[in-house]
């Protein structure tokens, strides 16, 4: 009976320090920059024919974040919205272009 709880307090004790030995998993959530932030892509101010973003009146040369082919013209805008907006009358809008 002796070796019995010995071996048992044995299996034990390396039970316990083998369960404080294993990483800790974190349970906090973390986002994923993937998912949670869009993707930014700058286009050069040299590779559109406007001056000025034709939504806001933004000049191309403080960044652009999306372009549109229109009428054989590469036009740029500062943001999805502005292109948005110009894409909802595009003829109206394209009146009000600033061309290089």
């Known amino acids: 009976m002796k070796q ?7 299996s034990l004790s390396s039970l316990v320090f083998s369960c404080t030995n294993a990483p800790k998993v974190s349970t906090e959530k973390v986002a994923d920059s993937a998912t ?6 700058k286009y050069s101010a ?6 000025k973003d034709p939504s806001c ?4 040369r403080a960044g652009i974040l ?3 082919h229109y ?5 740029g805008f500062c ?7 110009f894409t909802k009358d ?5 009146a009000s272009v600033e061309w290089k």
């Open 4 to 10: 019995l709880t010995i071996a048992a307090c044995i």
């Open 36 to 41: 949670t932030m869009p993707k930014e892509v």
């Open 46 to 51: 040299n590779i559109v024919n406007n001056k």
């Open 57 to 60: 009146g933004m000049p191309v």
């Open 66 to 68: 999306d372009t549109i």
């Open 71 to 75: 009428n054989g013209k590469v036009i």
């Open 79 to 85: 943001s999805a919205e502005c292109k948005a907006d």
């Open 90 to 94: 595009a003829a109206k809008k394209m």
